[in-house]
């Protein structure tokens, strides 16, 4: 499952404050969530942190997120890593980002990769699309064959092909869209958009979600058995 973590500018206008507080307040939910899904046994949990759209933002917005994100990965790989968290990083591919935060994430994933716990990706400087044309290059690249290019073939070429597809999204804040998330691992998610803002957000509202996600009828373009009463087979 996954988060799309919106909603801290938000929290901060509410209050007066610059949108950097509403960015620092995010750090306890994320902590929150983090432990929320892994008690309630998810597998895989990944944390939509900064966009490549993100990058149009004032750059002081995007040179504190750069060092929060810094701080709050350094301050909580140990627990984390204690807690049998494998983390990971999707994006990360501009040059942009300053090199000490790729060097730490990089010793992060080091660090809790060979753990068996739940699997954390945060995605920062991802984009959906963006993955999607860089595992078009990779099977170029491979020298694949244009008719053994298959939905399943073309997944092995994306990051981190071992993560499954989405089953529910979360997008706090009330907006409603994708924001070029995942696009391919989300193509039959369901998605929950709770109204509350990430500061705010706590494991409450996060079991409240699962609890919808649990309720709903996933038919993956097929009728579900009780209602097919006029198949005569
Ligand atoms: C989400 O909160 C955090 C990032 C995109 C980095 P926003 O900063 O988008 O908050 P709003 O949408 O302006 O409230
Ligand atoms: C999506 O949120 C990106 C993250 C949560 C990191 P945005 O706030 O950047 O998305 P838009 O601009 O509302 O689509
Ligand atoms: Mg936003």
Redesign the pocket.
Known sequence: MAC??????????QRSLP?TS??RA?ETTVIDVIEAARTAGVEWLSL????TE?WS?PSS?VDY?MRLVRGVVRKHAPLLHARGIRCRFLGVSDPRIPRALARDFADVMTLTGDNRGMTLTVAFDHGGRGDIVAAARSLIRAGVAAEAVNERSFAAHLPFPDTPDVDLVIRT?G?QRISNFMLWQVAYAEWVFPTV??PDFRAPHFLQCLHTYRERDRRFGGVPPERNGDSRS
């Open positions: 799309v973590m919106d909603g801290n500018g938000r929290w901060a206008a949108r509403g960015h995010a939509y942190a900064f966009s993100n933002r917005e997120l804040s907006e803002l990430w």
